[in-house]
């Protein structure tokens, strides 16, 4: 099974700061990787597909990049709304896995 | 507007069954792979299941297999997912989500299970 560590776990920011997490994969998953955003009480949204795709109606903040087993997720500015959990996916093999999440805070 | 809507969740004693559903509208059903995906309380997100358009494969996580099973119902547009033998680390909210092009682009609201004496 492919593991996926996200860090850091809690991220603790200002509005209007750049957020930068990170995603390691125990193997290489090529570009086979997501990032979802999940706000509490909410299901995940679906952000980044194939690394460095943003989804249909994600704001251009966003941006994802890497590949192999190193992938990180960029938040331009922070906007109150971006304030979330944000899990990465891997698609590697059928059999999917979520990284553990990194939670983005208000400082 | 692509909607998922689960059900069938609930209080169920160790060993038990339960039977979710997942009603879908607002796409053609029949040209998406479907999901679930379930969360413990306070945890984070874990793969379950996943099954074709025709039901032409189905995939398990290890620490459901054997106990879960997957299936659809492309005339009702609903997806279903069968639990036996459930545990208390079965406890969790379940989502199902729609896959395009391998990713989980729409999700429900999910349902709870909870499993306990």
């Known amino acids: 099974e492919i593991v996926l560590t996200q860090s850091p776990g809690t991220l603790s920011l200002s509005p209007g700061e750049r957020a930068i997490l990170s995603c390691r994969a125990s193997q290489s998953v090529s570009s086979y990787l997501a990032w979802y955003q999940q706000r509490p009480g909410q299901p995940p949204r679906l952000l980044i597909y194939d690394a460095s795709k943003r989804a249909t109606d994600i704001p251009a903040r966003f941006s994802g990049s890497g590949s192999g087993t190193d992938f990180t997720l960029t938040i331009s500015s922070l906007e109150p709304e971006d304030f979330a959990v944000y899990y990465c996916?891997?698609?590697?093999?059928?059999?999917?896995?979520f990284g553990q999440g990194t939670r983005v805070e208000i400082k | 507007e692509v909607q998922l809507v689960e059900s069938g969740g609930g209080l169920v004693k160790p060993g038990g069954s339960l039977r979710l559903s997942c009603a879908a509208s607002?796409?053609?059903?029949?040209?998406?792979?479907m999901t679930w995906v379930r969360q413990a309380p306070g945890k984070g997100l874990e793969w379950v299941a996943s099954i074709g358009i025709s039901s032409t494969y189905k995939y398990y996580a290890d620490s459901v297999k054997g106990r879960v099973t997957i299936f659809r119902d492309n005339s009702k547009n609903s997806l279903y997912l069968q639990m036996n033998s459930l545990r208390a680390e079965d406890t969790a909210v379940y989502y199902c989500a729609r896959e395009w092009n391998d990713w989980f682009d729409s999700w429900g609201q999910g349902t709870l299970v909870t499993v306990s004496s």
């Open positions: 996916q891997q698609r590697g093999t059928w059999r999917n896995t």
């Open positions: 607002g796409f053609i059903f029949n040209s998406h792979a």
